[in-house]
């Protein structure tokens, strides 16, 4: 009998997202099972019980899937859950706290493409200036651009404490120098802005953080993406829709819907190979940005 493919979603949190469960369905799972107020010494645990109730054979059609809304929780999570394998009872897992991973992967990629093709460039040695750096996304974004040699500044509307906590965990965990930004006045945040090549706002949704005439100070901005979909614009001037199109301050524009369908495409494709592998797969955000950048063709 064909055995189905079961999909275990393991969250720190109450509840794990509509969306996430939608898209792994919509992948090929034809169950997704949610665990909830899961503790980082509980993976073990359920990770050694989807992996014993299988047989070899059938390893490769079971998956974990982290959720949450903490990166480096979910990062501990899927280590633990690797180190509890027992070869050759291995299954795939995939984190993706909030949708960070792979929002960030769209957003990153999306910009290393009009990069590529409207300036004949890439991410080394420039500027990028992210706002709402504190937050998830904002600090995986920062992550892969500073891997691709950039000099990222999370900018934390709270002041500099939070975002230097990020900073040193960042530099502790994955070896990148991320400098923190005092956003906490809209005089400091215009302060990053005359040497930005590149601005990212993955502020919180609705909430306007840079406007059209402090975006007059970026008057060497390439770039300017923003993943905010709940209208007002986190940059004021960016459409939904933008794709490359030009902003009043000379910039091109990545709009959150542009960025937003690279995402859902991405978690998707994520999905699907975990589903038609051969062998188990770790798919944290550096496989994110890798399968952006290939539903991209860069």
Known sequence: MQKKNILHMIS????????????????????VIPYTNVNLTDVKGLVQDAIFSRSVSNAKKTGIFICGKDASLALDMMNTAKDSMVPPFEISVFPDPA??????????????K?????????????????????????GISAIMCAKEGANCTIVGYDGI?????????????????????????DELNSSYLPEADII???????????????????????VLADVNAVPPAGLEGIGLQDDDVKHPCGALNIGPLTSGDIKVK???????????????????????????REILKL
Do not use: H, W
């Not at 909430?207 to 008057?219: G, K």
């Open 99 to 112: 949708g960070s991973f792979t929002t960030a992967a769209a957003m990153v990629a999306c910009t290393e």
């Open 266 to 292: 991405t978690q998707y494709k994520m999905f699907e190979k975990m589903c038609e592998t051969e062998k188990p797969l770790y798919l944290n955000f550096d496989e994110a940005l890798k399968t952006a």
């Open 200 to 222: 990212f706002c993955a502020a919180r949704a609705g909430t306007q953080v840079i406007s059209l005439q402090q975006l007059n100070n970026a008057s060497k901005a390439m």
């Open 114 to 138: 009009t990069l590529k093709e409207k300036f004949n460039t890439d991410f080394k040695n420039k500027n990028i200036i992210i706002y709402g750096g504190k937050g998830i996304v904002g």
């Open 12 to 31: 720190p949190q109450e509840n794990v997202s509509p969306f996430d469960v939608n898209m792994a369905c919509d992948a090929g799972y034809d169950l």
């Open 161 to 185: 404490n939070n975002v230097a906590k990020k900073s040193e965990e960042y530099k502790s965990r994955f070896n990148v120098d991320i400098t923190p930004g005092d956003g906490s006045s």
